[in-house]
């Protein structure tokens, strides 16, 4: 299975998606002869677009969404055709309302302006490969990062539907082992709790290691010791806002990568005092020369 992105210029059919014969939340797993599907290369409105309604993003959907809007209204006006988007949406069906399968951010920014959205259309796809788009797109490797509790909590939800590892690791674009990690945080429900309270991804990990099923249970008590006041948020489905009598404030570190294009680590040396943003840090460096070192020695294979 793999998927191929040409460049934005070309106006012809330009993703080819290869997935195996499908037959429930187990078909990309088997064997079998590649289906091609071409896709079209279109211009759609968002009227064209069935409103989506899964809920894989519920904590971080509408972050900087005005700020996009503003963007791709910027981006139309230097464009030919007037679409909003660099990146393409991808979207399903023969003819409108089409069902949009990845680019929702993007959806919801062109909805508040009208404006046109470049989109690859196919006419159809296994309901499986379109979930796995969408978590390739939002996942810590994708353009729009999820937060570490829509990610553990997406990856629990998919396993707990009968998604095997190997599938996980594809959608989620993460080795089997993270995958695995992953999956033992999402089994503790206080731990994905604390999460939702702010507590880093590489904190639970460790919690997990180191106090197995009671890990949740240890954050939880943690904190209360700290004397953090959690205030619920008001509506469901947003983050709980969690503080010590000033304001929370945002992480000071930012890893972003995309797949064979960039990698990069943005700190705000200011605000990182912690011990838990020193480790943090830590890992994202270690992470970005594993994947500098992975990406020199598939170079040095290819040019063999």
Known sequence: MNTTLASAGRSKASLKINFAPTGGQ????QDGPAVKFRSQRMT????DILAPD?????????QGLDQLAESMKEHAKQTADGVGNFQPI????????????AGRRRYLAAQ??????AAERYSSMPEDYRRQLRYMENSPEGRNNYSPAELIANVAKEQAAGASVEWLSRAFVRSISTIEKYLRVGRDKALQEELRLGLPLTRALALVNDHDEKAGEVAKAAREERGEAVHKSGKPGRRA?????????????????VEGKTLRIIV?????????DKEKLRDFL?????RIDGTMASRTLQEV
Do not use: C
């Open 90 to 101: 991808i979207v399903v069906g023969a003819m409108p309302p089409y069902v949009l399968v």
């Open 112 to 117: 508040r302006n009208g404006l046109a959205l």
């Open 44 to 47: 759609v409105f968002p009227k």
């Open 26 to 29: 187990q078909g990309l797993d």
């Open 268 to 276: 705000d040396l200011k605000r990182l005092i912690s011990a838990e």
């Open 286 to 290: 270690r992470e970005a020369l594993q």
């Open 241 to 257: 806002a969690v503080s010590t009598g000033a304001s929370a404030v945002r992480s000071p570190l930012v890893l972003n990568y």
């Open 54 to 62: 899964f809920d894989d993003r519920f904590e971080t959907l509408e």
